[in-house]
């Protein structure tokens, strides 16, 4: 909710009070547009979040439904799945994405990376060197790429301590969160591929 100011003053980036009068037109008309399109923009978004939560609850009150079909029923939050309509034109995408966050082991694991790396220093392809130091770069406010760190399972070296190191890394992993993302896809004419509904103002 805005902050309410004196009558006939408005005020600056610095919190001063400006008397109205004392401010050119354009300046005022600049200020109603901005504000008449935040205040149009947050409605947006309310609705928006409204639709997403009674979208969601009917999408899990549906799989509760398609459960009891078979005399079972699904508890807590329900995971990835598709629905298509029947003449397949539409499509809805229900995604899970985890948060992943690495606890003290990692840097047992990075220890036992860089006594490999040590080992091998002769023989080591210099291109794994650069793409492991890669991975273990930080961003400005510290924290490591799980996407970098996750690719490291990828590489296939057959090596006891680069094993222990690999099982550090895999323990030191842990779900600080999920989202549920929703994509609503639609069939254009006689293209038979998807086409998603885009929901971010950007793209519109």
Same mark, same amino acid.
């Given at each position: 909710? =805005? ?19 004392? *401010?050119? $037109? ?18 947006? +978004? ?22 009891? +079909? ?16 029947? &003449?397949?034109?539409?499509? *809805? ?13 990692? %840097? *047992? ?15 080591? &392809? ?10 273990? %770069?930080? $961003? ?18 057959? &090596? ?7 099982? =550090? ?18 069939? +254009? ?6 086409? %998603? ?8």
């Amino acid at each position: 909710m =805005a902050e309410k100011t004196l009558p006939g003053y408005m005020k600056n980036p610095q919190g001063h009070l400006v008397p109205e009068d004392s *401010i050119e $037109d354009i300046d005022k008309l600049r200020n109603t547009l901005v504000s008449d399109i935040i205040s149009s923009a947050k409605l947006l +978004q309310v609705q928006m979040a409204r639709f997403k939560q009674m979208a969601v609850g009917d999408i899990d009150a549906f799989v509760d439904i398609s459960a009891e +079909q078979y005399g079972t029923k699904l508890g807590g939050k329900k995971g990835n799945l598709s629905l298509v309509s029947f &003449d397949g034109r539409y499509k *809805i995408l229900m995604a899970i994405s985890d948060t992943l966050t690495f606890d003290e082991r990692i %840097q *047992i694991a990075k220890q036992l990376i860089d006594e490999c790396i040590h080992e091998w220093t002769k023989d080591s &392809d210099s291109n794994v060197k650069a793409l492991i130091e890669h991975a273990f %770069q930080t $961003d400005k406010e510290g924290n490591i790429n799980t996407g970098r760190v996750l690719g490291l399972f990828k590489l296939k070296i057959e &090596d006891e301590k680069w094993q222990t190191a690999m099982e =550090a890394l895999k323990d030191s992993i842990s779900v600080a969160s999920s989202k549920r993302y929703m994509r609503i896809y639609e069939k +254009q004419g006689d293209d038979e591929k998807y086409k %998603q509904l885009s929901m971010d103002i950007s793209a519109l």
